[in-house]
C-alpha cells in the first residue's frame, strides 16, 4: 500500500476536491468551484492515497479566473490563524536545542497576536488571556515552554 500523500490548502488541494466533486457529483462548474473553495478552506491538512486526475470535461470548463490580490492582502490573509500552522515547530524542542533566544527568534516569525495564541494552545503552553501585545504574549510563551521543560528535567531525573 501506498504511503499517501499529505496535501496543505492551496491550488493543491483545491484541484483535488474539484476533480473528486466533478467525477461524482452532477453540480455545475460554478457550484462546484463554490464548494471546493468551501472545501479547502474548511480543511487544515489532509492525508490521500490516490490523486484523482483531471478529468477530460474539467478542462473544457477552465476555473475562473484567479483574482489578482497586492502583497499586503496576501499577507494579510497569511497572517489570519485561519492559514497558520500551529504545529510548524516545537516549541519545546527550539528550546531545548537553541535556548531561549533560539525560540524567541523562532517566535518573531509569527506576527499576529492571534496566531502566537493559536501556537501556545496547540503547544499546550498557558497563556494568559489579558495579554495583548505580540512582545508579550511571545514573552509568556517563552517562560511557559521554559517551565515545561525544567518539570520535564526534574522528571526525568
Known sequence: ?????????????LN???AHIRRETSLDAETA????????KSVNR????????DL????????PPPKIE????????????ENFNPYLFSALVALAKHGRDGLMLRLKDIKSAENL????????????ASLKRTDDIRKA????????????KAAAS
Not at 46 to 53: C, K, S, T
Not at 56 to 63: D, R, S
Not at 118 to 128: G, R, T
Open 1 to 13: 500500500m501506498s504511503k499517501g500523500k499529505q496535501l496543505w490548502p492551496g491550488d493543491e488541494m
Open 16 to 18: 483535488f476536491f474539484r
Open 33 to 40: 468551484e463554490k464548494l471546493a473553495a468551501a472545501l479547502t
Open 46 to 53: 489532509m492525508l490521500v492515497w490516490e490523486v484523482p486526475a
Open 56 to 63: 477530460p470535461e474539467a478542462a473544457a470548463t477552465p476555473p
Open 70 to 81: 497586492s502583497e499586503i492582502a496576501v499577507q494579510e490573509r497569511h497572517d489570519r490563524a
Open 117 to 128: 495564541r493559536a501556537f501556545a494552545e496547540a503547544q499546550h503552553v498557558p497563556v494568559d
Open 141 to 152: 510563551i517563552v517562560a511557559g515552554v521554559e517551565r515545561r521543560l525544567t518539570d520535564r
